[in-house]
């Protein structure tokens, strides 16, 4: 039987965090891992001397040890994270200030860590300095890579906006306290087609208009390119082995939901107009950055207010002809119950189901 884990991190406020202890100078990365190293990540990162840096929600990192308890330095001032040790969660950090962040109590064995980003903070940025084994432990070799591969684009839907929330009014730190992106419907989905997977969404964008209309000048390909969002003209380099060969994108709630104020550039039919240019031209950086081969799913959901949403999305994908396809999940047995009247964590899972039965008609050869 299990021994219990002893959940540190939880109390990480009030028992304080650990600084790094300093690796015998024969230990090297067998003490603390080193993050281009001994850690998996598929998520955007960007090396910053032995840390990695972030910025995008449900980015994850997943290492192996062995030993009675993991530590892991991070800085976060912003985000909340889930810490799972064996496929269970062990911790949950909220805003975790710098440091080191325990679960001790484990068996004496080999054991697999995941730490994954629950929520949004695209005006931050993240750090993960790495992993520390226990006393007597060591850190081993990150675990191999999944060979299938999807990446999920879109807004607060695919974020996971406040999914875990119990009420659908939410003020600002509530929405951030119950975002979960791991138990939004991209992951959920991935986890079920055994796929490493990047969460690339960004709440209250569109792809030519904000909701409602906000931060004019700016939509969600103003940081697609983006590896930290917080900062202008930063550029993500994809690394070769990110070859995924099922892209969904999931943009235009933002876009329509609400209709165009006074003083926008927008009336109904040239936002349609500029919403349909732009996303072909979205697909077509998907297809050049991707290759043939990568199949790419324009997803579209019920809007209370009108129909445009799904009818243009459709138009578009009637206009391609290099596997691009159309994905439209209906309103139908979703509560809602999420903050601000977005899909809760139930909700979420029979997206995912019907995601999961939309894939399994697509001839991806993975």
Known sequence: MKRPLVLFAVAVAALGSVAIPAPPAAAGCRVIACVGEDVHTPGRVKAAGDSLSFSWPGVYFEGRFRGTGVGIALRDPAADYEV????????????????THWVHGLSDAEH??????????????S?????????????????????R??????????????????????????????????????????????????VNAFSGRGMVRNYNGGEPGTDYRTYYDRALLAVDGDVWRKPADWRPRLVVVGLGINDFSTAPNPGEPWTPESLVA????????FL?????????STTIVVSATHLSNSTVF???????VGERADRVRHWYYPETGLDYLGCHWHPSAR????????????????????
């Open 84 to 99: 799972q040790v064996d496929g269970v969660t062990a911790a949950t950090l909220v805003t975790p200030a710098a440091g």
């Open 112 to 125: 697999t860590v995941r730490l994954v980003k629950r929520s949004e903070s695209p005006w931050a940025t």
């Open 127 to 147: 750090t993960l300095d790495g992993l520390v084994a226990a006393p007597g432990g060591e850190i081993l070799a990150e675990p191999a890579a999944r060979s």
């Open 149 to 198: 591969q999807v990446e999920f684009i879109g807004d607060s839907y695919t974020a996971g906006y406040g999914n875990l929330s119990g009420s659908r009014d939410c003020t600002g730190d509530q929405v951030n306290r119950t975002t979960h992106a791991d138990r939004a419907f991209g992951p959920l989905t991935a986890r079920a087609l055994g796929a490493d997977y990047q």
């Open 274 to 281: 500029a919403y349909k240019a732009a996303y072909h031209g």
């Open 284 to 292: 077509d950086k998907l297809r050049a950055r991707y290759g043939p």
């Open 310 to 316: 799904a009818e243009t999305t459709q138009q578009i």
């Open 347 to 366: 909700d979420h899972e029979v997206i995912a189901q019907r995601l999961g039965e939309f894939v399994a008609t697509l001839n991806l050869n993975w």
